[in-house]
């Protein structure tokens, strides 16, 4: 006998469905109402996502895109009209102008606090409060392959008629195998014949393959505008404490036995070891060369880095940060760091590019290694993670430190 539906299961089904639609849009907008208002401070909201997927790039940023940062802490977000987590920009270059591009990954993108908090805004208020006629323009994003910097460089940088570039990653960036990880973003991939060429294997995915056509266009709305549907999609990827933006659970079990909990001067053998082993794989890359292909795809990315630098006629400066400093009275470690500072400047200097050892000019403003940890994180999970207000107002003397060097006498205006 064949299913059918009675007339008042149909009605009953209706009711339930009109009821679902109405609960939702109902959750939605009050979840719009807290993030319109203050209270987006307190209550929970969900996670932004200000992005989308790209077939060049992977995932870039979306303009206009807004929101709600929850992670670590909150911050509001807004993406101007060039794509850029940044105020808003003139596309050609005001008559008179230095211009200086701040690339990097979330460090450098600092989602975790206000515009106007971020060492590069910090830093440019305080330039042009003595009298530099200078913008320093935000390219970060979220990432940390470091070729997503060179792609962000020619997509979102060069239009903006750059003068200088200033390029943050951390020491293990190059070390992670992402340059040669081509599942989300281009990456340089092994041909078979000892040569690497740019691989786009991420374009097989289900996002990439349906960015052009109605349901991704529908997909990233959806994502974008719902928070509803954007916290049902997370879902799937995170945790519901984590999309609402409560904090997590500090870290129990077991205390680790680290240099400070132990007695002098067993403390200080302990950090000069594990300052020297910190080291090693640095080493291994920068002077050794080796792992071979990591190697090669880091060397490809410098001179594609260069070349694309030179093309444009613009100066580069790369800031590697993270690389472990020695604590004092170790000799060893010192010695070997400055010596693997030779070698990457070398590396660096072939190709017209200056190195910034950021870890060493950060340490400088905070008076010592033992100040740096403090730059990071929020509330109980200071200590680590990205950039807290400090952090950023350290960078952005670190920052200005370097940039007087570069800018040129004619950006500054006359007093």
């Not at 007695?263 to 640095?282: F, I, K």
């Not at 060369?289 to 260069?306: G, K, N, Q, S």
């Not at 444009?312 to 604590?327: E, F, K, Q, T």
């Amino acid at each position: 006998m064949p299913f059918r539906l009675s007339p008042a299961r149909v009605s009953r089904l209706g009711r339930a469905f009109i009821g679902a639609v109405m609960s939702f849009l109902a959750v939605d907008l009050g979840l719009r109402l807290i993030e319109a208002t203050p209270l987006w401070r307190i209550l929970p909201v969900i996670e932004p996502i200000l992005g989308q997927p790209d077939k060049d790039f992977g995932f870039d940023s979306t303009p206009g895109a807004r929101g709600i940062w929850t992670a670590e802490h909150r911050a509001r977000l807004q993406i101007n009209s060039l794509g850029l987590r940044d105020i808003e920009r003139e596309l050609v270059k005001p008559e008179g102008t230095f211009r200086v591009g701040l690339l990097g990954d979330s460090m450098v993108e600092a989602a975790q606090v206000s515009q106007e908090a971020t060492f590069g805004a910090l830093a440019e208020h305080r330039l042009r409060a003595d009298g530099y006629n200078v913008e320093l323009i935000n390219l970060g994003i979220a990432g940390p392959n470091p070729i997503r910097q060179l792609w962000r460089l020619e997509k979102r940088g060069y239009p903006l008629s750059l003068d200088l570039v200033v390029a943050n990653s951390s020491a293990s960036s190059f070390l992670s195998g992402l340059l040669l990880d081509d599942t989300e973003n281009p990456a340089y991939v092994h041909t078979g014949n000892g040569k690497l060429a740019v691989g786009y294997g991420f374009r097989q995915r289900f996002s990439q393959r349906h960015a052009d056509d109605l349901l991704g266009w529908l997909f990233v709305a959806l994502y974008q505008d719902s928070p509803v549907f954007r916290m049902l999609y997370l879902r799937t990827k995170q945790p519901l404490s984590m999309l609402l933006g409560l904090p997590a659970s500090p870290p129990g079990g077991k205390r680790a036995v680290t240099a400070s909990s132990m007695p002098t001067p067993d403390a200080a053998r302990m950090a000069c070891g594990q300052a020297s082993s910190a080291l090693e794989p640095l080493i291994s890359l920068w002077r050794d060369h080796r792992p071979e292909l990591l190697w090669a795809a880091t060397a490809r990315f410098l001179d594609d880095l260069a070349e694309s630098a030179r093309v444009h006629s613009v100066r580069l400066l790369y800031a590697i940060r993270d690389i472990p400093l020695s604590p004092a009275d170790c000799p060893q470690a010192t010695s070997a760091r400055a010596n693997l500072l030779l070698d990457m400047d070398d590396q660096f200097a072939r190709r017209g590019i200056r190195l910034i050892d950021w870890s060493a000019a950060i340490s400088e403003i905070v008076g010592g290694p033992t100040g740096v940890p403090q730059l990071h994180g929020f509330g109980i999970h200071k200590g680590a993670g990205h950039l807290n207000f400090d952090g950023h107002r350290a960078w952005a003397d670190a920052l200005i430190n370097v940039l007087r060097r570069d800018l040129p006498a004619r950006a500054a205006a006359a007093k």
